[in-house]
């Protein structure tokens, strides 16, 4: 009896149905955004499919090198278990914990206390660690900041994210080029002069819509995956507070240092456990992370659900 | 993960796989008569621990579990945290007269009594230690997640600490890959430095 009371307390420990829901909902109404650009690509003809094609292209491209070119422009370096044997130790239990084949494992020499994981699939997953985490986080704290990461490989959140970007990728794309390639839109057959440049308007004020309304839904996307991730690692370590702790210790830290140190990680700035940017942003909505205070909020009631005081 | 959990970001972490921790109570025969490779008389189970009563009396209940079932055998149950923050149990014989089936027996009063518990998830290795004619220490672990076993050589050299010898690993992978269900995937030899027997 009292097993099965445990057993049916620990399956509760980490879900939350709703989390799930906001992203789905986020995912659907992404899909419908894209659907409608779709469409209007379609419907113009040949230039839109020229241009999805090249779209796809450079999608496949970014699946396969962003991760290299990212790290060779950061200045990460592969490190072997000798000369790192904490941060491997800790790493090599979490993936026997979580299943999950052994990442590449990086360091990146920067004072910057932050970690981020890169990789479109499991197998090829690099985690990465700044000096500065290294430095700075005691070792129950950095269990909990790397089961974050690994639960970003587990939930393959760069593969997502890069997927569900996509379109407003191409919606960017004729957004910043749609003008000087406009031309290429109205070549369809037996259409006058006059309706190829009023395609060429609708397919970029439709771009210019579909990319504003899927930047607030890739960054709202981008925020739940955050929260997931906080969530797999509580679950992951059994230990909710010692990442809050970490990201206390982490962001109090980052906010005394200054930004020029900052700006050379802005771009990457989706997949650090704490946004690069020092800056706190007045909307919220515009953020990829989410607010501080509501990530210790939800550790802090995985916390009370493990202490069964919830 | 399916698609589903992907798109969601749901993940559980996985409970244990079937239960194959007793092949080594059978292939330690092999390991003795064919290979001259003698139990060292311990063994080790690693876990999680969890900071909450809840766990705290389970471990209670457990390490009762477990001396009342050493009693007869006569092993010895001591208990370690290390700096990982990672529990282990460390189970003994008696001096001069080890005994695999005994302590595969306690290494099981333990796992099933987190299990029972509910905190079947929290098992991470179990960990027969062995040695060679040459009294090099060689590991058996036993991965709870996936249900396989691997070895694990750590250098004898101590000029080169954290090296694991492969060779003598991929040897003992060879020579008892029929009695022992192997882990396929050598990414997933994970070492365990630092092993307390």
Request: glycine share 10%; proline share 5%.
């Amino acid at each position: 009896m009292a097993a099965t009371a445990h057993r049916q307390g620990r399956k509760a420990f980490g879900k939350d149905t709703g989390l799930q829901a906001r992203m789905l909902m986020t995912l659907f109404l992404l899909g419908l955004v894209y659907a409608v650009l779709v469409g209007v690509l379609i419907a113009v003809g040949a230039g839109g499919v020229t241009i999805l094609v090249i779209a796809l292209a450079l999608l496949g491209l970014q699946l396969f090198t962003s991760d290299k070119i990212a790290m060779g422009m950061m200045g990460v370096k592969e490190v072997s278990p000798q000369e790192e044997p904490e941060l491997h130790g800790i790493i090599e239990r979490l993936c026997v914990q979580a299943d999950l084949p052994k990442p590449k494992v990086c360091v990146m020499e920067n004072q910057m206390p932050n970690a981020f994981a890169m990789g479109r699939s499991q197998k090829r997953a690099t985690v990465c660690a700044t000096r500065g985490i290294l430095e700075l986080l005691s070792p129950a704290e950095l269990e909990g900041v790397m089961a974050h990461e690994l639960t970003h490989v587990i939930n393959r959140d760069v593969m997502v994210m890069t997927l569900a970007s996509f379109f407003a990728t191409v919606a960017s794309i004729i957004v910043q080029f749609g003008f000087f390639f406009g031309g290429g839109f109205g070549g369809g057959y037996g259409r006058g002069n006059n309706e190829g440049e009023e395609d060429v308007v609708i397919v970029i004020m439709v771009a210019m819509a579909v990319y504003a309304i899927s930047f607030v839904l890739l960054r709202a996307l981008s925020r739940y995956r955050e929260f997931a991730a906080d969530r797999g690692s509580a679950v992951l370590t059994g230990r909710p507070s010692a990442l809050a702790s970490a990201l206390l210790k982490i962001s109090g830290t980052m906010e005394r240092i200054p930004s020029r140190d900052l700006r050379t990680a802005e771009g990457m700035s989706a997949f650090f456990i704490v946004p690069a940017r020092a800056k706190r942003s007045l909307m919220n909505i515009f953020a990829d992370h989410p607010p501080l205070e509501q990530r210790l909020a939800a550790l802090e009631r995985l916390e009370s659900q493990l202490q069964g005081t919830a | 993960v399916g698609l589903l959990d992907a798109l969601t970001g749901r993940h559980q972490v996985k409970g244990p796989a079937p239960d194959r921790l007793f092949a080594i109570a059978t292939a330690y025969i092999t390991l003795q008569s064919e290979h001259q490779i003698d139990p060292a008389g311990a063994a080790a189970i690693v876990f999680q621990k969890l900071e909450n009563s809840e766990f705290e009396a389970t471990m209670r209940e457990m390490e009762e579990v477990v001396t009342a079932t050493g009693g007869e055998s006569g092993t010895q149950v001591k208990s370690k945290d290390d700096e990982y923050g990672y529990r282990w149990m460390v189970l003994r014989n008696p001096e001069g007269t080890p005994s695999v089936e005994d302590l595969a027996v306690g290494i099981n009063a333990v796992s099933s009594s987190i299990e029972m518990g509910g905190h079947g998830e929290r098992l991470l290795c179990a960990v027969f230690a062995f040695r060679d004619t040459q009294k090099r220490k060689l590991y058996f672990i036993y991965n709870y997640k996936r249900g396989f076993w691997y070895p694990f050589v750590p250098d004898s050299n101590p000029t080169r600490p954290q090296e694991r010898s492969t060779e003598r690993e991929l040897q003992l992978k060879a020579q008892m890959g029929n009695e022992l269900p192997m882990e396929p995937e050598l990414e997933r030899w994970f070492p365990l430095w630092g092993i307390p027997i």
